[in-house]
């Protein structure tokens, strides 16, 4: 349906406008000036940052600069998490631009995870990639795949090539014949008030009676405070890719249509904005 | 206690159906292996080998402990051990990499009786404490090793220091793919960076263990079986009495 494949085009063509501003303390040997992007919401921090580091790097010395990092509101942001995660989860509720502040110092070991360099980007959004097969096929896809085949996807993701992506992206959002969907869709949910990163269990897209699961199936049973109380005012915002989408929608659909390009269903769950 | 087979499409099959999960290890009958069929760990069995292992810990003093998430059922096994790493200095100019090894704390403080096998003229320790945490992972069903590791003064290792650390005998395959060996990744439960050792191959090496163990009718401990394999890549190692831990309440 040509429906739903605009879906897939606008999840992956999705932009954040975000102002990057340099650390106060940082020592430069002039002033910097912030510089604006458009973040792409499906690809990490690290990857597409690059002339962010190089504008920084202009005004600065050589031995006043280590490792980059990111700060929103005081907050380390985890380059591992796609960007539109960490900005549906943490700065949703504010006017853009998202506000960035970039460090070069004092990385904060205990928070963030080091990146090396763009393979320790790969290794970790393949592992994902690997992860959510698992959980779809067993396996059984992604293993089936050439070397080739995973590269493409990474090249895809990493030169904002969608057709590349997706003509082996596909082969993984394909379930047999005589099933209604995939084995487990894979899924996280994140909220910040929890210590706990994220929520992640075994989740079946069609019941034992052969209905197709919906969101809010998915939530009554690994999440229930949020979809509390049921018939009152709801206190949180269910927010996949920055939107909304209605409980009733079929996991299933949501798995194959507005999944990051790591195969996960990414979703926040925040409080109701107060305007 | 059961050990959950389950039944996974055989890998060549173009349309695989479900098939109902195979009974539990211990009834002989009910089991007819199929060499093709990989052994699978579900949760509730992970739960209780752990269990079982921790039983052994406790007796012998190794130091495991379990904990439990405040927010859910789940949890997972850990501990906590330090090692003294001594670097060799011999001649000026060698290269001190060939020189280092690490001991557990005890033989650290032992002297070598034969100096020929040390060739140390000067040396240094460096303690290390490591920080082991066994998780289960509901995608792969298997268990997970994460650890971290950290000197005396706090400073966390760096992934290359841990890459290097590998034991000579595993650093073919680590050299082979490192990044898909270790790395660093957030830890499921604290949200903090630890080191992972992946588990993409877990259940192409143990399914062999736990398919022998039925053939000769023993009960293999899973945890203990598979730990024996893995620790030792990073630095831990199990004492052998593990060996005889039950997989069953006898």
Known sequence: MTDDKDVLRDVWFGRIPTCFTLYQDEITEREAEPYYLLLPRVSYLTLVTDKVKKHFQKVMRQEDISEIWFEYEGTPLKWHYPIGLLFDLLASSSALPWNIIVHFKSFPEKDLLHCPSKDAIEAHFMSCVKEADALKHKSQVINEMQKKDHKQLWMGLQNDRFDQFWAINRKLMEYPAEENGFRYIPFRIYQTTTERPFIQKLFRPVAADGQLQTLGDLLREVCPSVMAPEDGERKNQVMIHGIEPMLETPLQWLSEHLSYPDNFLHISIIPQPTD | ?250
Request: hydrophobic share 35%; with cysteine; charged share 20%.
């Open chain 2, 1 to 250: 206690m059961p050990l959950g087979l389950a039944s996974p499409r055989p890998r060549s099959a173009p349309s695989p159906s479900l098939r109902p999960r195979l009974a539990a290890v211990g009834e002989q009958s009910a089991l007819s292996v199929n060499m093709e069929e990989d052994a699978f760990l579900e949760e509730k069995a992970f739960q209780h080998y752990c269990a079982e292992f921790l039983k052994h810990s406790q007796q012998i003093g190794d130091g495991w402990e379990w904990k439990a998430s405040k927010d859910s059922s789940d949890g997972y096994l850990c501990k906590t051990h330090f090692q003294a790493k001594a670097t060799a200095r011999s001649l000026p100019g060698a290269s001190t990499e060939e020189g280092e090894t690490w001991f557990p704390m005890e033989e650290a403080l032992e002297v070598p009786s034969d100096d020929s096998e040390v060739p140390m003229t000067a040396a240094a320790t460096e303690v290390v404490r490591y920080e082991y945490h066994v998780l289960y992972s509901c995608s792969h069903q298997v268990p997970v090793l994460y650890f971290r590791a950290s000197f005396a003064d706090g400073r966390p290792l760096a992934l290359q220091d841990i890459w290097d650390g590998v034991h000579e005998c595993y650093q073919a395959r680590l050299r082979q793919g490192p990044w898909d060996t270790i790395t660093q990744q957030e830890h499921p439960v604290l949200g903090q960076p630890f080191f992972v050792l992946h588990p993409c191959k877990t259940t192409e090496f143990m399914t062999p263990v736990l398919k022998n163990s039925q053939k000769i009718n023993r009960n293999v401990n899973y945890i203990a079986a598979w730990l024996s394999v893995v620790g030792p890549v990073v630095g831990l190692t199990l004492p052998l009495s593990y060996a005889k831990v039950p997989s069953q309440d006898e």
